[in-house]
């Protein structure tokens, strides 16, 4: 039973246009949201997080948007880069307790140059 | 980057052996977790701990124990390594006063 889904295994974008990565969820209690992006044989890497008290949070190329009614959130690249090519994974926590983060299982972005 | 090691960073062993893997900070953070990585699944929490010797299990901790008997290590030990259990497992430590977990760079283990 999959709190955190990520429907899209794979996008396939070309260089210079957006990348849009979706991540839906399920549990109510979850109140922060994080993008993690993953190169092949390294550790996922902290990229964007976003709180519930905010429906959008901007970073450079990367735009991380929250509908809480809808229970989405969806990750922006732009302009995409070669270099964005990688695993990305959404996750999502219930601050306060122990605070886990339950993770999706990743979409694979590839940028073409 | 924050200091976080994982060894051995490749793993090769038999089914039934012992296997200990070990995650170690250099940040002085008091959480700390244990993921494996599998096609299709993602990142799922094995075990996690909030201090030293406080342990508690996550989504996928049978056949896994872990121990942390000092701030800096963390560690993972399959009792009798089964084939089910060839996967990357990855690190990661969080401070008290983030949400953001920082990821070491795995290890691959392999139990043929």
């Known amino acids: 039973d999959q709190q955190v889904k990520q429907n899209s295994p794979s996008l396939s974008v070309q260089e210079g246009r957006i990348s849009i990565l979706n991540c839906d969820y399920t549990?109510?209690?979850?109140?922060?949201f994080l993008w993690y992006k993953k190169y092949p044989a390294e550790g996922p890497t902290f990229l964007i997080s976003?709180?519930?008290?905010?429906d959008k949070n901007e970073d450079g190329r990367f735009t991380v948007f929250l509908n809480k009614s809808a229970k989405h959130l969806s990750l922006h690249i732009v302009p995409s880069q070669p270099g964005d090519s990688a695993v990305y994974f959404c996750?999502?926590?219930?601050?306060?307790?122990?605070?886990?983060?339950?993770f999706g299982r990743g979409t694979s972005l590839i940028v073409h140059p | 980057d924050a200091g976080i090691t994982q060894s051995p960073r490749h793993k090769v062993t038999e089914t039934g052996t012992p296997v200990t893997l070990r995650c170690h900070q250099t940040?002085?953070?008091?959480?700390m977790y244990w993921y494996r990585q599998d096609p299709g699944h993602g990142l799922r929490l094995i075990h996690y701990?909030?201090?030293?010797?406080?342990?508690d299990k996550g989504e996928v901790s049978d056949g896994y124990s872990v121990s942390r008997s000092k701030t800096e290590d963390f560690l993972l030990t399959l009792e009798s390594a089964t084939s089910s259990q060839t996967s990357v497992y990855f690190c990661?430590?969080?401070?008290?006063?983030?949400?953001?977990?920082?990821f070491g760079p795995g290890t691959r283990l392999l139990v043929l």
């Open positions: 990661a430590i969080r401070a008290p006063t983030e949400e953001t977990q920082y």
């Open positions: 549990n109510s209690m979850f109140d922060y």
């Open positions: 976003i709180s519930s008290i905010k």
């Open positions: 996750a999502a926590a219930a601050s306060g307790g122990s605070y886990i983060p339950t």
């Open positions: 940040e002085n953070h008091r959480y």
């Open positions: 701990s909030y201090g030293v010797k406080d342990t």
